[in-house]
């Protein structure tokens, strides 16, 4: 996928991650003799617009989305035969739609959602901003405090006026989706979000900067394609009394979680409020990995979580570890650009698009043809592209404020 896609393979592992824990929901819970963890992860993947971050996530979705497809014909057909028989007065309870994926949706519609599936759901956000936008604008009845809730998969009692009591058993709620780091301050450093450990439930996915996304003519295989998709309808399917619906860790690979344990303990020491707070979270997240990690890596299903699986899941989180050091600098430095000069918008334009007649070009934006080629030149060297051929003006100079050329018969 990473190949193809020519994209950063951190994002495509991560989306793998959250699509094998919301195709698994609370089927399995993963006990370590202390917590008891199920599956579920918010990734926020970090990069730059045109990075390549979303068609790969899609693309990993897939099953997801055709399994909800076929779930929705079903609850249309068993809807409308509803409808038929009477609907309400029939005395037969209205059908559910089933799935495992949600969009946008208002927090009360979120919230029918997670009561009408109860074993979770992945919510995925191709720009994660409006998603946290979102929080308070429709009411502020406490949303980012039950928000909390389904992060630690903590009961949820809702009452409103005008509707029945709804209770969230254990809810599960997975999140995805992608931000530009020049926005990432604002959007997850709002006063709403800081201070109440919202933010270091995050598990950031922030590549490193890698070159431009070339074209490729590549297609990933239908022997890959039809694995995948396998995989997931295997594990959406499959019945998981066989190992008594639960995961250990115990043993080595528990001697191995108590040491990273130990670690962030002491990290959580030294370190201010919001650092320790992610290192907190790291505790448990740990524990999400390995057991993602343990159904990935291994051809059975086993009950025991292997010391293989847990090294690995720890290696994974000092990696989560740097990312979350990178958005706390981002958070406290946010990133900010300074206004673009009229040269810069000369050759940024020039650069991707190329002007081809410079006398339009010229008029359109309120300067001078001669302007413009010396701009292009003297940026030439430095940006990396050619003049244009056709145009040369060697003899003048330009006032850039008058617009207004003089002869010059000196040398450059």
């Known amino acids: 996928v990473t190949d193809c ?120 956000r191709d720009e994660i901003k409006g998603f946290l936008d979102d929080f308070g604008r429709y009411n502020k009845s406490g949303e980012v405090a039950q928000t909390l809730s389904i992060f630690d998969a903590t009961d949820i009692t809702i009452n409103r006026k005008s509707d029945e009591p709804l209770l969230l058993e254990r809810p599960y709620l997975s999140i995805i989706g992608g931000i530009q780091p020049s926005i990432l301050a604002d959007a997850f450093g709002k006063e709403i979000l800081m201070g109440n450990g919202f933010v270091p439930r995050w598990l950031f996915v922030f590549p490193e900067d890698t070159p431009p996304a070339m074209y490729r003519e590549c ?56 650092m320790a707070a992610v290192y907190s979270k790291l505790q448990i997240l740990v524990i999400r990995w390995a057991g993602v990690a343990q159904l990935l890596g291994s051809n059975e299903i086993l009950r025991e979580i292997q010391p293989l699986t847990m090294k690995y899941a720890v290696n994974c989180m000092r990696y989560f570890e740097s990312t979350a050091q990178k958005v706390y600098d981002l958070l406290h430095n946010p990133i900010t650009y300074n206004p673009v000069c009229k040269e810069d918008a000369i050759c940024e334009i020039h650069k991707k698009y190329g002007i081809k007649n410079i006398s339009q070009f010229a008029e359109s934006i309120g300067v001078s043809q001669p302007y413009i080629s010396k701009v292009l030149k003297k940026r030439a060297k430095v940006i990396g592209y050619d003049v244009i051929p056709t145009e040369t003006f060697e003899n003048e100079i330009v006032t850039e404020d008058s617009g207004i050329t003089q002869k010059n018969n000196d040398e450059e």
């Open 5 to 124: 896609f020519q994209c950063s393979r951190d994002i495509v592992t991560s989306t793998l991650f959250a699509s094998v824990g919301a195709a698994i929901g609370k089927k399995i819970i993963i006990r370590d003799g202390k917590f008891e963890n199920y599956m579920s992860f918010w990734f926020c993947h970090v990069a730059r617009s045109g990075s390549n971050k979303t068609s790969p996530v899609k693309w990993v979705l897939q099953p997801l989305i055709d399994a909800d497809r076929d779930s929705y014909k079903l609850y249309k057909k068993e809807n409308d035969d509803w409808k038929q028989r009477g609907g309400t007065d029939s005395g037969d309870l209205k059908p559910t739609f089933h799935q495992h994926l949600l969009c946008d949706s208002t927090p009360e519609a979120r919230n029918k959602v997670l009561s009408d599936n109860p074993n979770g759901v992945l919510l995925y």
């Open 219 to 274: 297609s990933i295989s239908t022997e890959i394609t039809d694995s995948w998709n396998n995989l997931i309808s295997s594990l959406l399917n499959y019945d998981f009394s066989t190992i008594g619906n639960e995961m250990l860790i115990r043993g080595v690979a528990k001697e191995i979680y108590v040491d990273y344990y130990n670690q962030l303990q002491r990290k959580i020491a030294e370190s201010d409020d919001y």
